[in-house]
């Protein structure tokens, strides 16, 4: 056969026309192409293997194709030739083994070849497709490298959930070999009780795969060779290749974080457990002490003393309340202020002795959770404000109302305000210079906040307390 760089159609005239179409597609084609005969000698080359080898195409007509070999490989590959022409059909060469090819330089490189048998007027030839693969094969060995390199067990699986990859974590991890692993259907690595679900899995991320967590929301688990479970996070990524997609899984063995955060949880449990006795003996000390203030208020006659006993055994009261209602919530962190204030001003009112048909307390709060060192002083401030109208703002039994208020600000700092309609403060009453002693609880324990306190004194009476917003407070949605 006439070699295809000096074909033309002056040339082939009294030769096939198809012939010449054929030889003109196997120029045209983008890989290397080497047709040989029965014989072994290569008939046919096109550009690309003068590329891609090195040669001059008049070197290699005529010569055996195993001068493309390794010399390595020169002397078993004829009986490999004649058992292609002895069942020739089109395939890959080699399946599932690494192909070489050598140049005129000498230097070997990785291929591909695809067989394909030709009926000429010669016999049966076969036409070979040679592709260079080393910028793949390059490409691949990085991406090894990487994967070999990784922190975390990485194993990557073909389309059938066979193990194609693995790295030295993921032999450490599992407790396999390498080569135990390889080949393998992954579900190897998943427990028992969980295998037969883990197929749906595979095809539902191949189905829309994109990097994500595996199970997210839930608790995952892996198989080690001695059959031991142990909690893991898998990572997946899909991997483009020839072959199809692939998945890379990351996984990472969280025992010991879980453990860990076993060990944090006991501890919080624990914590719980005691900060809600510490409360309750906190709250059952403290109605020690306001049933020890109201036997002594049973043996004094003094009204002033008995007043005096009285407004203790409130602010006690109150501090008791707070605790009790955080040992009834479960959470120390926070008090909701609002209930309390619902349980507590109704209390504070009957200890005054007032009838609901002369004076009426209205409470206009919003759900707001603060601190237990924001809520303590906030309670202590209602209680005098409240005491102190319900004392003096309605004297010789005249009717009024209170109002009591707890809102945020725009910035969503707390505001807390309790109000009257009752006879006002007087004018030449100096205020900073009072000598109550509620009244200086009030300003300490505002500045012990780090508020500003407002006084209007009549039309109505009211005072308003500014908190810069406490930490930990939650304004409820």
């Given at each position: 056969m006439s070699d295809a760089?000096?074909?033309?159609?002056?040339?082939?005239?009294?030769?096939?026309?198809?012939?010449?179409h054929f030889q003109r597609v196997v120029e045209a084609a983008p890989s290397a192409m080497v047709m040989v005969n029965a014989a072994g000698r290569i008939e046919l080359v096109n550009v690309q293997v003068e590329r891609v080898f090195g040669y001059q195409r008049a070197e290699l007509i005529g010569q055996p194709v195993e001068i493309?070999?390794?010399?390595?490989?020169?002397?078993?590959h004829p009986s490999l030739r004649q058992a292609f022409f002895a069942e020739p059909q089109s395939r890959p060469m080699?399946?599932?083994?690494?192909?070489?090819?050598?140049?005129?330089?000498?230097?070997?490189?990785?291929?591909?070849?695809?067989?394909?048998?030709?009926?000429?007027?010669?016999?049966?030839?076969v036409l070979s497709a040679i592709v260079d693969i080393s910028e793949r094969r390059r490409s691949e060995e990085r991406f090894r490298l990487v994967v070999e390199a990784a922190p975390s067990a990485m194993v990557m699986i073909n389309a059938r959930g066979e193990i194609e990859m693995v790295n030295a974590q993921a032999e450490r991890v599992f407790g396999y070999e390498r080569a135990e692993m390889l080949g393998q259907a992954v579900e190897m690595l998943v427990p028992e009780r969980l295998?037969?679900?883990?197929?749906?899995l595979r095809r539902s991320f191949a189905a829309n795969s994109l990097a994500r967590p595996m199970g997210a929301?839930?608790?995952?688990?892996?198989?080690?060779?001695?059959?031991?479970?142990?909690p893991v996070e898998i990572g997946l990524n899909p991997i483009e290749t020839e072959d199809g997609t692939k998945i890379l899984s990351a996984i990472v063995d969280i025992s010991d974080r879980k453990q860990k955060e076993r060990s944090i949880e006991q501890a919080l449990k624990e914590k719980d457990v005691l900060l809600g006795e510490i409360h309750h003996r906190v709250k059952n000390n403290l109605q020690i002490v306001h049933s020890l203030l109201d036997l002594q208020s049973s043996q004094i006659s003094d009204p002033v003393v008995l007043a005096m006993l009285r407004d203790s055994q409130n602010r006690v009261h109150s501090m008791a309340l707070i605790h009790?209602?955080?040992?009834?919530?479960?959470?120390?962190?926070r008090l909701n202020f609002g209930a309390f204030l619902d349980s507590f001003v109704p209390l504070l009112i009957s200890s005054y002795a007032i009838h609901g048909n002369k004076i009426s307390v209205q409470i206009d709060a919003?759900?707001?959770?603060?601190?237990?060192?924001?809520?303590?002083?906030?309670?202590l401030i209602v209680n005098e404000l409240v005491s102190n109208a319900l004392k003096h703002a309605f004297?010789?039994?005249?009717?009024?109302?209170?109002?009591?208020?707890?809102?945020?600000?725009?910035?969503?700092?707390?505001?807390?305000?309790?109000?009257?309609?009752?006879?006002?403060?007087?004018?030449?009453?100096?205020?900073?210079?009072?000598?109550?002693?509620?009244?200086?609880?009030?300003?300490?324990?505002g500045d012990q906040l780090r508020g500003k306190l407002d006084i209007r004194r009549r039309d109505p009476t009211r005072f308003t307390l500014h908190i810069p917003r406490p930490d930990e407070m939650r304004w409820a949605e």
């Open positions: 760089g000096s074909a033309s159609p002056e040339s082939c005239r009294g030769a096939d026309r198809s012939d010449f493309l070999l390794p010399q390595r490989l020169r002397e078993h080699g399946i599932g083994r690494d192909l070489f090819a050598r140049r005129k330089d000498g230097s070997e490189f990785p291929v591909e070849i695809g067989l394909s048998p030709i009926e000429t007027e010669e016999g049966t030839m295998r037969d679900h883990h197929p749906g929301g839930r608790d995952l688990y892996a198989r080690r060779r001695d059959g031991s479970e142990f009790q209602t955080l040992y009834q919530s479960q959470d120390f962190a919003h759900e707001v959770s603060l601190p237990i060192n924001s809520a303590i002083p906030c309670g004297p010789d039994g005249r009717q009024g109302q209170i109002l009591l208020e707890l809102k945020p600000d725009e910035d969503g700092n707390l505001i807390l305000s309790v109000s009257d309609d009752g006879i006002g403060l007087p004018q030449e009453l100096d205020l900073k210079m009072a000598g109550s002693l509620g009244l200086q609880l009030v300003s300490m324990l």
